[in-house]
Structure formats: C-alpha cells, structure tokens
C-alpha cells in the first residue's frame, strides 16, 4: 500500500504550520492582558519553536521534492502539522486573559458577547487547556515525524 501524500494537503498544512501561530497571536490581541505579557516575555522559548516549525514547513511540506511530500507515511505529518496548528489557534482564541482590573476575558467571549460571564469563561478556559495540550502534542509529533523521514531519506541515499 502506497501512503504518500499528494495534491495540495502538504502545502496547506505547511501554510498552517506558518500562519496559523500569527492568527492566533492576533486573536488574542482581541482583549489583551498579563497573559499576552507573559507570552511576551517567554517568547524566547516560544520562538526556536515556532522557528522549528516554520523550517519543517517551507523545507518539508512546501518545496516539491520536501521530505514529507514524498515519505511513505507521510500523512502523518499532515495530520501532526494539522494538530498543532489547530491547536495554536484554539490557545490564542480561547485562553482567558485580563489586566487589574478583575475581568478575565477570551477572544471567544468578547466576540460571542458573552463578557463578564464566568460560566463562559470556565468553558473558554477548559477548551483553551484541551487546545493547548493539542498544540504540545502535535509539534512534538510534527518534529518526530521530520527527523524519522529525515533519518530514512539519509540511510537509502546511503545504501544507493
């Protein structure tokens, strides 16, 4: 059974692998607050990941010949990228945040109109750590996958 990719799922999960971290750094500029100040300030680890990832992308999934367009398996990769950056996106839609204030709101209830509601902030919070969990996985996974193919690629160059 062949079960490489093809067509256009590579190149838009290499897309998503980019843009979706920024569409969430966006969401969660809808109600900023100490959260974003700490994402701010842990963006030195935040960043060589999203580095990573953005290299796995443009060097795996977006070139033609990328290693994991061609790998046997390398749907799992598409769905690795997938998770992650699903999983980026729901953390930055839905992780509560506020300012001294007192109010703790998420993109979600600002935009639902649901501010000022805490079971809707129980919610946005739950959803936000179930995305977050996602979003570890799937990058964890996302760069397991590279370095096998990557692996695999060097010991049949090796052996040809």
Not at 35 to 55: A, D, F, R
Not at 92 to 107: C, M, N, V, W, Y
Request: aromatic share 10%.
């Amino acid at each position: 059974m062949n079960s490489r990719v093809s067509g256009a799922a590579p190149g838009l999960a290499g897309l998503a692998l980019i843009l979706f971290p920024l569409v969430a750094l966006a969401a969660k500029l809808v109600y900023p607050g100490w959260m974003l100040v700490l994402v701010i300030w842990s963006s030195w680890l935040l960043l060589p990941g999203y580095v990573i990832q953005v290299v796995i992308a443009a060097s795996a999934l977006l070139r033609r010949r990328g290693v994991l367009r061609h790998a046997d398996g390398g749907w799992r990769a598409i769905v690795a990228s997938w998770v992650t950056s699903i999983g980026v996106l729901g953390v930055g839609f839905f992780l509560l945040d506020g300012g001294d204030d007192g109010r703790s709101e998420s993109a979600m209830t600002v935009l639902s109109g649901m501010t000022e509601s805490a079971p809707a902030a129980q919610v946005s919070m739950v959803l936000a750590l179930i995305c977050g969990f996602f979003w570890l996985v799937g990058w964890i996974w996302l760069v397991f996958e590279w370095i096998i193919q990557l692996i695999l690629l060097r010991r049949a160059q090796t052996v040809a």
